[in-house]
């Protein structure tokens, strides 16, 4: 099942952002560190074009310790872009924001030429969080669901700091599968958009490879890393389900409470600190992805050849 969550008011902050872009100095992308590529949205790139851009991994402190510091490397490998890691509810590493955004223009400095940022997600990342925390008031609305933030905001950070809060937004459809269930199990996606059990699946066909000790430790399940890694990825989900009282009239599993469980586990930290994608992964899931896209591009033109085709040999009524 391909996820796909694009709501109305994404398509005004589409439309925001490529309005105001041409007044910033630097774009802040808030990304979660524990889909570090799978919560870049591909079309910031296209609205802010070549504005420098701070990547911020935001939740390092749910994220796998042993992973962010390859991620930051991948980004602050590019050009005209650098990366650092924080938790958005400590207000000492969130000031390293503005110093940041600073080194990257540095001619932008007092009342005369303000600094001018632009700080932008995917839904349900800690934006709102963390302009909480930089302004040192509640200045943002919070929420632990998709698309809490619906208008563009104006923060003042310092006399000469402005930063423009946006709504989250994904992108109008999205590439890669893995992304996808990422997206989806990290809270990023409507609920309506997506099979809870489905991606619950997905994610323990990840865990089970990555993390078995840490499934071990939250379910209990009595089992050593190999043999979490051997299971099939329904009979870890039914195994969690009897370990954790998933269980209906008649001693029927339910499934659907054992997914939402799973989920809950992963977005609340319960099941402990975990990255679900690598740089290497990442980058190999784009290739596919593009090549599928390639691929899709090339049957749709020759299906349009064809009807184009069929028009013209088609009869034509007499007069």
């Not at 099942?1 to 630097?26: C, N, S, Y």
């Not at 590493?93 to 110093?99: G, K, S």
């Not at 997905?202 to 089970?208: I, Q, R, V």
Request: net charge neutral.
């Amino acid at each position: 099942m391909a996820i796909q969550w694009f709501p109305g008011h994404m398509h005004l902050t589409r439309k925001a952002i490529g309005e105001r872009i041409k007044d910033i100095d630097v774009v802040i992308e808030l990304l979660d560190a524990r889909l570090p590529g799978s919560s870049s949205n591909p079309l910031l790139a296209e609205l802010t074009g070549h504005k420098p851009a701070l990547k911020v991994l935001n939740k390092q402190d749910v994220a796998d310790p042993t992973r962010t510091p390859a991620w930051l490397a991948w980004y602050n490998a590019r050009p005209g872009t650098s990366a650092i890691a924080l938790d958005a509810s400590d207000a000492a590493p969130a000031r390293r924001l503005i110093d940041a955004c600073r080194q990257l223009a540095p001619n932008r400095r007092g009342l005369s030429k303000p600094m001018r940022v632009l700080i932008c997600g995917i839904p349900n990342v800690g934006k709102s969080t963390l302009i909480n925390t930089l302004s040192a008031k509640r200045e943002a609305k919070t929420g632990d669901e998709a698309g809490v933030t619906k208008q563009e905001q104006r923060i003042v950070l310092d006399d000469d700091f402005y930063l423009w809060d946006t709504p989250g937004m994904l992108w109008p459809r999205i590439t890669v599968p893995e992304s996808g269930y990422k997206l989806a199990a990290s809270g990023a996606v409507g609920r309506n958009a997506y099979d809870e059990e489905e991606v619950a699946l997905e994610l323990l066909a990840y865990l089970k490879q990555h993390y078995a000790p840490l499934l071990d430790a939250r379910y209990k399940l009595g089992l050593d890393a190999a043999a979490i890694a051997a299971k099939h990825d329904d009979e870890l989900l039914e195994l969690i389900a009897r370990k954790r009282g998933a269980v209906m009239s008649g001693g029927r599993l339910n499934l659907q409470k054992a997914a939402e469980i799973v989920l809950t586990d992963l977005r609340s930290a319960a099941l402990g600190r975990v990255t679900l994608e690598t740089p290497t992964e990442f980058e190999a899931w784009l290739a596919a992805a593009e090549v599928q896209e390639k691929e899709r591009a090339a049957r749709k033109a020759e299906q349009l050849r064809r009807n184009e085709r069929r028009a013209r040999n088609a009869p034509r009524d007499e007069d």
